[in-house]
């Protein structure tokens, strides 16, 4: 039994030397260095992980603004190495905090004031790199060059980084070797967030936009709730949405991609006004402008209408535009935009009168379509176009992006809009807004339909559209239906797109700006060949990771090469990370490159 067991962990200690090997082959060689740092650290005695609390008691732009020349103030101060200069027995290093970077000063016999030497010789100087994490206690002081910094008592390892951060370097204010391919920026935001300025701040303005818009709503009186991500029907919106499997009940349900008609059940259960800030989902493209996960804002408040609502609407966007830019007018581009109320109210109709020459009012579906088609030569219309969806269609294609400062564009025609209420003086017209701004749509609102009868009509016209092939028409919600039976107050409500409002409020053209992890492509692997592919071949496995290290990821690869130049590229691998493997003979590679034709 002994013997088994003592066989047994021979193996697997063979098994696991076998594992960190490959490892190693996997590796930069920055990333094997620091992994051996890491080693070394250990193996002085200093955990490179702490589990204790570092508390602290500054913050780096703090230290700087509150500096007093005759104050010896002392200070703990945690974050990121990013700079490191060793000059001899004295040093310096740059950390980089939650808030900003300061400048460190430190010298081998203030760090070690007794006769071992080690943190600063070995740790500072030998085993930290860029990327660690680190604690630093000691007294603030302006040196020669006039640069506040802080003269370093301790040192306290915190966090070994095993990856190298790309170094961005600045030189007369120009940055180089900059991080900035946005693929990788994205998929990356942590690294993006560390090397790049600026990167935190647009979403520090983003929490701001969030908490201005819910201390509005909160100082209105109106309560913040929650509603089903999960539905059983996709409402409230046409849009196509995602589709998941519900085990316990062995049922389809829908991501959400509107909060609307829960929201309304709640106003028919008696709330003056109820707000939800909350992720929605659509099933449909992605680009600079569109996330198929995003934000929104929906609000819907009793006794009000859409009047109301747009003068709400004013002072809200000039109050969050003033929190996060200090004034009321934000410039983009070459267009200074001015949040400063009253925005200007176009009707529908009459901007596409504007913007085109044509009057749409009191024409049917198919002269609409006639006009869509033949004179105005949009493409991608069909016959499952509705007379909305054929305005819509113009009004996106003329009209949206030419309003540049912000513009309610107001009466839309009761096919685009089957949630809203009848005009009371427009016939044919309903009382809908929705809020434009340098180009791009940033809320929809309406007097919204508490007519529980023309509710249901409106339902089955969508149904009319979703039989004529329109896979983004509403379906009948018959449980909203019973709530409106019940009787809604009349309301006015308001959806806000947070995301777009965030790329307007920090001037960012590309939506994946403002998500901090806004969704990508998966990414794209090397293709390789299997073991069980390179076995069948002949190679052992040890020596297929050897293979991909030398750049011969497929089989196909080797078929060029020669088996002596073969087994000097692989005998370089082997010798250079240790690996202490047989090397293969000449014979053997030349029966592996025989085999992959």
């Not at 060689?29 to 250990?42: C, D, H, P, T, Y």
């Not at 009047?307 to 535009?321: D, G, R, Y």
């Not at 504007?354 to 609409?368: V, Y």
């Not at 427009?426 to 007097?447: I, Q, W």
Request: charged share 30%.
């Amino acid at each position: 039994g002994i013997a088994n067991n003592l066989l047994n962990l021979q193996i697997i200690k063979i098994i696991i030397r076998l594992i960190e090997k490959m490892n190693v082959l996997e590796l930069s060689e920055q990333e094997i260095v620091r992994r051996q740092s890491l080693q070394e650290l250990r193996n002085m005695g200093i955990n490179p992980y702490p589990a204790a609390e570092f508390p602290t008691n500054a913050y780096s732009t703090d230290i700087k603004k509150e500096f007093k020349e005759d104050e010896k103030r002392e200070v703990v101060i945690a974050g990121r190495l990013m700079g490191k200069r060793v000059m001899g027995k004295a040093s310096f290093a740059e950390i980089q905090d939650s808030k900003g970077r300061i400048q460190v000063y430190i010298t081998r016999d203030d760090l070690c004031p007794g006769e071992n030497k080690d943190l600063y010789n070995i740790v500072f100087k030998k085993l930290l790199d860029i990327g660690d994490i680190i604690g630093i206690k000691g007294f603030v002081f302006k040196t020669q060059m006039g640069e506040i910094s802080i003269h370093a008592e301790e040192l306290t390892v915190l966090s070994k980084s095993l990856k190298p951060l790309p170094v961005v370097k600045y030189k007369d204010g120009v940055a180089y070797d900059k991080f900035d391919d946005p693929e990788l920026r994205y998929r990356r935001r942590y690294v993006d967030l560390v090397v790049n300025d600026g990167v935190k701040e647009t979403f520090k303005k983003r929490a701001t936009v969030l908490r201005t818009m819910r201390r509005f709503f909160d100082d209105a009186g109106y309560t913040e709730v929650e509603t089903p991500i999960l539905q059983t029907i996709a409402g409230g919106a046409s849009a196509r949405p995602f589709i998941t499997h519900f085990n316990a009940l062995n049922t389809e349900m829908y991501m959400r991609i509107a909060t609307e008609l829960y929201l309304k059940r709640l106003i028919v259960g008696g709330f003056e006004g109820v707000y939800e800030i909350g992720k929605n989902f659509r099933n449909e493209g992605m680009d600079r402008f569109h996330n198929p996960e995003f934000t929104c804002m929906e609000l819907y408040v009793q006794y009000k209408d859409y009047n109301w609502m747009m003068s709400f609407t004013e002072k809200l966007i000039e109050k969050i535009c003033t929190e996060v830019n200090g004034k009321p007018e934000i410039q983009v581009g070459d267009n200074l935009i001015s949040f400063k109320a009253p925005f200007r109210r176009l009707p529908i109709l009459d901007a596409i009168k504007e913007k085109t020459g044509f009057d749409l009012d009191g024409k049917t579906e198919e002269e609409i379509r006639n006009i869509a088609v033949n004179e105005l030569k949009i493409e991608g219309i069909d016959n499952s176009f509705g007379k909305g969806k054929l305005i819509d269609e113009i009004f996106g294609e003329f009209c949206e992006g030419t309003f540049i400062q912000p513009t309610f564009i107001i009466d839309y025609p009761v096919e685009m809009s089957p949630l809203s209420k009848m005009h009371r003086s427009k016939p044919g017209l309903t009382e809908r807004f929705e809020l434009f701004a340098n180009g791009k749509e940033l809320a929809n609102a309406y007097s919204e339909l508490n007519d529980p009868i023309d509710q249901e009509e409106r339902f089955k016209e969508q149904m009319r559209l979703a039989d004529n092939g329109d896979d983004e028409a509403m379906v009948i919600d018959q449980d909203f239906l019973r709530a409106l039976q019940y009787g809604m107050p009349p309301t006015s409500g308001i959806g806000i797109g947070i995301d777009r409002l965030v790329m307007l409020m920090t001037g960012q053209e590309y939506i994946q700006e403002v998500l901090l992890f806004p969704q990508m492509k998966p990414e794209a692997k090397v293709p390789q060949s299997s073991i069980k592919e390179w076995a069948e071949i002949g190679v052992p496995e040890e020596w297929v990771y050897v293979l991909r290290k030398c750049g011969f990821n497929l089989i196909q690869n080797i078929k060029e090469e020669k088996a002596q130049g073969l087994q000097q590229k692989l005998g370089e691998i082997n010798k250079k990370y240790k690996l202490g493997y047989d090397k293969p003979s000449v014979d053997e590679i030349q029966r592996w490159i025989d085999k992959a034709q």
